[in-house]
C-alpha cells in the first residue's frame, strides 16, 4: 500500500525531555511536511523539505528540528526548548514544485507533556 | 501566516441540505485546494482548482474560485451525516516548494 505512515500515534514526553515524531512515506514524493494543529484551529507549518538533505523553516520552527538524510523519512524532533509542545502533529508529502499536487497526509501524532 | 481564513467557522445543517463555507486568502496563488479532516484523524484531499480555473465539480462537491476576489468556495449538495467533518481550504504557492498554507477550517456538523 502506499502512503505516509506516522508514528506513534499517542507520545507522552516529560517536562525537559526531547521526542522524535516518526514520518515515512513510499510515495516517492520529493517534498515533505510537518504541521502543528492546536484544538480546534487550522495547520500551521513547522518545516518543510523539498529535497534530500534540504529542509527550511516554517512559521513556527522555533523549539523543533527535523532532518531529511532519505528521501522516504522526515522525522521531527521536539525539544526542551519547545515551551508548549501539546499538540496534534501532522505530516504530509507531496510531488515537486513545479506541479500542482495533492498532498497526502499521514494519521498524526497526539503528543502531551505530562 | 495564514494565507487562507474559512468562512463561517462552524455550520450546523440538516441532512439533505445543501452547505456553502467560503475562502479568502491574501497573496498571489497557483491553485487552492480544500481538504476534510474527521476528528482527530489527518486531512483528505477534496479537490484541487487551478488560478485559470473558475469552477470544478467532483461529485457533491461544486468549487469555485475567484481570484479578483481573492476568494472560493465549496459547496456540498444534498448533505449526510458522513459529511460532519471540519473543512479547510490552502493555497499552493510556485516560490516555496508547493508548500500549502491552510486556513482554519469550517467545522461542519450534519445533523440526521
Known amino acids: 500500500d502506499g502512503g505516509i505512515t506516522q508514528s506513534p500515534k499517542y507520545l507522552f514526553r516529560k517536562e525537559g525531555q526531547n521526542v522524535t515524531l516518526s514520518c515515512e512515506q513510499n510515495l516517492n514524493h520529493d517534498a515533505m511536511y510537518w504541521y502543528r494543529q492546536d484544538p480546534g484551529q487550522g495547520l500551521r507549518l513547522i518545516y518543510y523539505?523539498?529535497?534530500?538533505?534540504?529542509?527550511q523553516k516554517g512559521d513556527i520552527a522555533e523549539g523543533y528540528s527535523v532532518s531529511r538524510e532519505k528521501k522516504e523519512s522526515f522525522p521531527l524532533t521536539v525539544t526542551s526548548a519547545q515551551k508548549n509542545p501539546t499538540a496534534f502533529y501532522l505530516c504530509?508529502?507531496?510531488?515537486?514544485?513545479?506541479?500542482?499536487?495533492?498532498?497526502?497526509f499521514g494519521q498524526g501524532t497526539r503528543l502531551t507533556v505530562v | 501566516s495564514q494565507q487562507g481564513e474559512e468562512d463561517p467557522q462552524a455550520l450546523s445543517i440538516q441532512e439533505g441540505e445543501n452547505a456553502t463555507m467560503n475562502c479568502s486568502y491574501k497573496t498571489s496563488i497557483n491553485n487552492l485546494q480544500w481538504y476534510r479532516q474527521n476528528s482527530g484523524r489527518g486531512l483528505v484531499h477534496l479537490i484541487l482548482i487551478r488560478s485559470n480555473e473558475r469552477e470544478k465539480h467532483s461529485g457533491r462537491l461544486r468549487v469555485t474560485l475567484d481570484t479578483s476576489k481573492k476568494s472560493s468556495s465549496l459547496l456540498i449538495t444534498a448533505s449526510r451525516a458522513a459529511d460532519t467533518a471540519s473543512y479547510f481550504c490552502a493555497t499552493g504557492q510556485y516560490n516555496a516548494g508547493n508548500m500549502l498554507t491552510f486556513g482554519g477550517g469550517t467545522r461542519l456538523m450534519v445533523k440526521p
Open positions: 504530509a508529502s507531496s510531488t515537486e514544485v513545479t506541479r500542482n499536487t495533492e498532498a497526502f
Open positions: 523539505s523539498q529535497i534530500v538533505n534540504d529542509f
